[in-house]
C-alpha cells in the first residue's frame, strides 16, 4: 500500500559525493517525519539523519557538516547530500518514514525502503 523507494546510491572514492533520494508513494493521510538509516556489516544498523513534519532536522555527530538531509513535501520525498565521503560511511542505507496512511491519523506506521548500497573506496 505505502512504499519507500531509493536511489542514488553507488561506488564512490574517499572525499567524493552522493545524492540519496527517497520516494514515497501510496496511500498517505500525512508523514510525521523521515529519514535514512545506514547499516554496515557487523554494526547496528544506526540513524543518519531525519526531518520531522516541522521541519527540524537531526543529523548523527559522525556526519555533521558533511550530510544534508532535505525534503519536498510536495513530491513526498527525502535527500540526503553526503560529502566528503569516508569509506566508514560505507553501507546499507534505507529510507524511513513514520506515517498515517489513512484519515485515522493517530494509527501511525513505520515503513521501509529496500535500501541502496554505498561503498566509498580508500
Known amino acids: 500500500q505505502v512504499q519507500l523507494v531509493e536511489s542514488g546510491g553507488g561506488l564512490v572514492q574517499a572525499g567524493g559525493s552522493l545524492r540519496l533520494s527517497c520516494a514515497a508513494s501510496g496511500s498517505i493521510y500525512s508523514i510525521n517525519s523521515m529519514g535514512w538509516y545506514r547499516q554496515a556489516p557487523g554494526l547496528q544498523r544506526e540513524l543518519v539523519a531525519s526531518t520531522t513534519s516541522d521541519g527540524t532536522t537531526y543529523v548523527l555527530d559522525s556526519v555533521k557538516g558533511r550530510f544534508t538531509i532535505s525534503r519536498d513535501n510536495a513530491k513526498n520525498s527525502v535527500y540526503l547530500q553526503m560529502n566528503s565521503l569516508k569509506p566508514e560511511d560505507t553501507g546499507d542505507y534505507l529510507c524511513?518514514?513514520?506515517?498515517?496512511?489513512?484519515?485515522?491519523?493517530?494509527?501511525?506506521?513505520?515503513?521501509w525502503g529496500k535500501g541502496t548500497l554505498v561503498t566509498v573506496s580508500s
Open positions: 524511513h518514514a513514520n506515517l498515517s496512511p489513512s484519515s485515522r491519523w493517530w494509527e501511525v506506521m513505520d515503513y
